[in-house]
């Protein structure tokens, strides 16, 4: 069974950082990409960033480009989502997801 739970959320103030965990278990980790995916109340559902694990494809939302770094950790299954120069706007709950499989979300709250 696909497993993914996020974790590493928060509150922090405007500029602060938190670093997300996806960590992984049920499948061969490195063979799917595996996203981070965020959603505010009233928003729609965004794609924040994804990548194949070791890292040779990633992809980041035109809105967190430069803050955000997405990264693997092969031994412990995991991916991190490094998120600096937080903005109001970033806020929300954040899940991991690969395949048609998603976890629990871990919720992100910036303050201004």
């Known amino acids: 069974e696909v497993q993914l739970q996020a974790s590493g959320g928060g509150l922090v103030q405007v500029g602060g950082s938190l670093r997300l965990s996806c960590a992984t278990s049920g499948f061969t980790f490195g063979d799917y990409a595996i996203g981070w995916f965020r959603q505010a109340p009233g928003k729609e559902r965004e794609a924040v960033s994804a990548?194949?694990?070791?890292?040779?494809?990633?992809y980041y939302g035109d809105s967190v480009k430069g803050r955000f770094t997405i990264s693997c950790d092969n031994v412990k299954n995991t991916v991190f989502l490094q998120m600096n120069s937080l903005k109001p706007e970033d806020g929300g709950l954040y899940y991991c997801?690969?395949?048609?499989?998603r976890g629990q979300g871990t919720l992100v709250t910036v303050s201004s």
């Open positions: 990548t194949d694990c070791p890292p040779s494809n990633t």
């Open positions: 997801s690969t395949g048609s499989s």
